[in-house]
Nanobody, 116 residues
């Protein structure tokens, strides 16, 4: 069983920055593909960024150049550095871990609110 705990959300003005963290329990973190998703009010969940066990990174077009995903396997933690935030980035952000054999685990989510 893997537990994920997100932190770092909050209220920020447009143009500001936040850093989300997701701490994972267990010893499988280093082999997991880690992802950040967001769900804005009235919208479906969207993939924001991903980083696999080999360090390959992908971003949604809407966040390229503004967000940076990274992982620290020694700390079992994945980060999402969010810069130049826009009101449309307002959402609940969820951390996801996917293991090679297909198991998916989710955090509880952390609210990000960007005021204009």
């Amino acid at each position: 069983q893997v537990q994920l705990v997100e932190s770092g959300g909050g209220l920020v003005q447009a143009g500001g920055s936040l850093r989300l963290s997701c701490a994972a329990s267990g010893s499988i973190f280093s082999i997991a593909s880690m992802r950040w998703y967001c769900r804005a009010p009235g919208k479906q969940r969207e993939l924001v960024a991903s980083i696999n066990s080999g360090g390959r990174i992908n971003y949604a077009d809407s966040v390229k150049g503004r967000f940076t995903i990274s992982r620290d396997n020694a700390k079992n933690t994945v980060y999402l550095q969010m810069n130049s935030l826009k009101p449309e980035d307002t959402a609940v952000y969820y951390c996801n871990a996917r293991l090679p054999w297909g198991n998916d685990y989710w955090g509880q989510g952390t609210q990000v609110t960007v005021s204009s």
